[in-house]
């Protein structure tokens, strides 16, 4: 999962900063004030090769993640078990061949 997070900082890093900030100026409406940054974060993420086989090799445990974040909104924390079933996933998807720039984790 750290090449999908060096990737992501890598080649979203404004679109990261900007819904970052946006969640931290509003933290108590994040979820409606940040939508459309968060569309943004995640368009450029699904457009890298990395992501795209990371979910397409995870996609039942990244959708539980990612329902449970929607029906949790306001107590993320409650999504933990989801998110390590998720990220165990990721650190198994095979990213040999995938991308031309990954960057390997150190």
Request: hydrophobic fraction near 40%; glycine fraction near 4%; charged fraction near 20%.
């Amino acid at each position: 999962m750290q090449v999908a997070m060096d990737i992501t900082a890598r080649y979203c890093r404004k679109e990261l900063e900007d819904y970052g900030m946006c969640v931290a100026a509003n933290p108590s409406s994040w979820q409606q004030q940040c939508q459309e940054l968060k569309l943004k974060v995640a368009t450029c993420t699904s457009s890298h090769p990395v992501i795209q086989k990371i979910r397409a090799d995870c996609t039942g445990e990244f959708a539980e993640f990612d329902r449970c974040l929607r029906e949790h909104q306001a107590a993320v924390g409650s999504c933990s078990a989801q998110i390590s079933r998720f990220l165990a996933c990721a650190e198994t998807v095979d990213l040999a061949g995938v991308g031309a720039a990954v960057p390997q984790p150190t």
